[in-house]
């Protein structure tokens, strides 16, 4: 995949992450104040993966990616995060409340994105 493809596909993410900001917030706060998780990942995916629940299907939304809510540890026993690279994971994961992690999922790659929550302060 090129830059300008990735770039593409990220420009697509921000948009559909832009609407559902909010679902994405509250999924993530009732998985933490359930004590499910402290950890909680979204895949986003234009195909159907076999982790985590789908909590936003694009075809409702009219979106270009679905959203699967996970967790680290489910990622970590499914080696989609290998255990010699979980405290790296730790380090670089931001504070649930103002940011989501997203892991991206393309045909060809996937990377971590941690993208801030609208209307939540710089702190």
């Not at 409702?60 to 990622?75: K, L, P, R, V, W």
């Amino acid at each position: 995949m090129t830059e300008e493809e990735f770039n593409k596909i990220i420009e697509s993410l921000k948009s559909d992450l832009a609407i559902y900001d909010e679902m994405i917030k509250e999924v993530s706060q009732e998985m933490i104040a359930e004590e499910f998780t402290k950890f909680p990942v979204f895949i986003a995916t234009s195909n159907v993966v076999n982790i985590g629940e789908l909590i936003i299907d694009k075809n409702d939304q009219a979106g270009t990616f679905n959203i699967f809510a996970t967790t680290m540890e489910e990622m970590i026993e499914k080696n989609l995060i290998l255990e010699n690279r979980k405290d790296a994971f730790f380090k670089a994961y931001k504070d649930p409340k103002k940011f989501m992690c997203i892991m991206l999922l393309t045909e060809s790659t996937g990377s971590f994105i941690f993208s801030r929550y609208k209307n939540t302060s710089e702190e």
